[in-house]
């Protein structure tokens, strides 16, 4: 799903070769540098980087990665992808779904924003009862991934929506990398490389994105506007999964549009069953787990209006 030699040829395609001391004219047809130039740059030779690029060189040492790492401008993250790449014997096993119930108490814990619980596929394993408000439906057995690309698109819930396809490609691609065994990750690549073009072009591009924080804007249809900041924590001891928390500033608008938002699920008295998926996520695609709330959900007692 994932690989050294592939992620090479677009970190070097994007590399100026002007920025690196190689002159350039109009007869250059290379985009970016070509293999013999990387080579020579990083100290190795060009029969070796050409084995590295074809995928007939394996385990390359430490050093010649960084300094292939160095060549390609690469950053933290990338340059982490990268070592993990090329360590294809230490393949990490595939983590399990489960979510222990002291994380649930956590959840309970966050109770003036939304809160997720997600693994490394984006599946959203657990949420409170705001992030179940936010999005209009129950959340977990979502996958943010699929949503974003295949139900909402350009229109609708996310503000932002062509940042968010950066930053969810970006972190798919890191998590191929980690996982590169897990076949419900690669099924989900599949779906949403068949349903979505613009899902194409990006994951074509290989880059790879570890956000831990950062704005996050949603255009929601009963409140509106609602500007949020987006933190993320790995959970110790679990394997992919994230506690996604999102805030508003004290006295924002966006503050007063979550208060509002709360207030219109003020009938709901259910609790750890709306909050988590009682399936565990590495037995079967998001997409089929049983709905748990088979009789409308009490949070969505007020309808939303249809999109045109």
Known sequence: MDDLAGFLRTRRSR????????????????????????????????????????????????????????????????????????CQRRRAKVPGGRVRPELLRVLDLVADGPALITNHRLDVLAANRLAGLLYGRPVPGLNTARHLFLEEAERGLYADWETCTLDVVGHLRLAAGKYPEDPRLASLVGELAMGSERFRRLWARADVRARTYGRKAYRHPLVGLLELHQENFALPNEAGMELVVLSAPPGSPAEDGLRLLAGLGTADTTEVTDRTDTTDASDAPAHLHPDPHPHPHPQSTAKAPVRE
Do not use: K
């Open 15 to 86: 590399v100026d070769p002007a920025a690196v001391g190689i002159p350039t004219d109009s007869r250059r047809r290379v985009q970016g540098l070509r293999r013999e130039e990387v080579a020579h740059l990083s100290g190795v030779s060009v029969d070796y980087y050409v084995r590295l690029e074809q995928g007939r060189a394996t385990q390359p040492s430490d050093q010649v990665l960084d300094a292939l790492a160095r060549v390609l401008d690469l950053d933290e993250t990338e340059r982490e992808h990268l070592h993990r790449l090329a």
